[in-house]
């Protein structure tokens, strides 16, 4: 776990306490047949939390404000853990949504222009692993942009060679749609299950601007391309398709001694297409720290 201290050096700090603003949607677009073409977005989900950290090891306690400040009932879960070094970074991820969906597109309704329209047809649970390697982990280290663990003295980046496994269960229920879009419903209603496990090989570059001694920029950019093996009880029953996975995020940090202020916006998105169907679903992450070392 060492480093070139031209580059990078530690913060001399083995406790954190932080407060984060974590916000998350899930998104789908889904075609049908070729001819019916669908966009779903999930409604935003806010969380709050505190959490005290010791080394690797990180405990809090967070709030539902969609469930506490508009009353609304929770239709998400998410847990993920996660571990970083400077040669490797691991991190596993359980997501889950049922109801919470609105319908953004449907096929030629409004032109084809967006609108919202509450589906409550739609649920998804996503089981997620991502492992990759860092090629130039002397030189750079992803922990000072994402972990506040480590300070990036100077610019540097990594290539990045990685595995992706996730296994998805996307349901769309499509006799559930409003009433004044089943006029432009082209294909028979009816309740499509996508229900596959994906593997993936990725590869990508991940980069650390230093702009000045307190603020550090990251870009990370990794997709990934394998196969996918649908479940029989998937619409497409035991298929094996190709597969593509994207994973991109970004990061701003201030450092100012042992306290840092840190934005951070994550994309993880999964490509599913066959010649009957082709959808991307995909979660999209913000969250906001404020926190301090000692």
């Not at 239709?75 to 596993?92: D, M, P, V």
């Not at 997501?95 to 084809?112: C, L, M």
């Not at 269960?169 to 006029?183: A, C, F, R, V, Y």
């Not at 934005?263 to 995909?282: C, I, P, Q």
Request: glycine share 8%.
């Amino acid at each position: 776990n060492s480093y070139d201290t031209d580059y990078v050096t530690g913060t001399g700090r083995r406790w954190k306490a932080r407060v984060v603003s974590d916000n998350w949607v899930d998104s789908y677009y889904l075609n049908i047949e070729k001819k019916m073409p669908v966009r779903m977005m999930s409604d935003l989900y806010c969380n709050a939390g505190a959490y005290i950290q010791y080394m690797a090891v990180s405990v809090g306690y967070s709030l539902d404000m969609s469930n506490i400040i508009g009353n609304k009932p929770s239709n998400h879960k998410k847990l993920e853990f996660g571990f970083n070094c400077a040669r490797f970074n691991a991190e596993f991820h359980y997501w889950e949504n049922t109801g919470g969906t609105f319908i953004r597109t449907f096929g030629k309704f409004n032109n084809g222009r967006l609108i919202k329209k509450t589906f409550p047809g739609a649920a998804q649970k996503t089981i997620g692993i991502n492992a990759y390697y860092f090629f130039n982990n002397r030189k750079f280290a992803m922990g000072a942009a994402y972990n506040f663990s480590k300070f990036q003295k100077r610019s540097a980046g990594s290539a990045i060679i990685g595995f992706n496994y996730n296994n998805l269960d996307i349901t769309m229920d499509l006799n559930q749609i409003p009433d004044e879009l089943k006029p432009y419903l082209t294909i028979d209603p009816h309740i499509y299950r996508f229900h596959y496990n994906s593997y993936c090989l990725m590869g990508g570059y991940s980069f650390n601007w230093v702009l000045n001694p307190h603020i550090l920029l990251n870009i990370s950019a990794f997709p990934g391309i394998g196969y996918t093996h649908a479940y029989e009880d998937s619409a497409e029953q035991g298929m094996k398709l190709f597969a593509m996975t994207l994973k991109g995020q970004g990061s701003l940090t201030y450092n100012l001694g042992d306290f840092f202020v840190c934005a951070v916006a994550k994309l993880d998105g999964n490509w599913y297409n066959s010649g009957n169907f082709s959808l991307f679903s995909s979660v999209e992450n913000a969250q906001v720290s404020v926190g301090v070392r000692f």
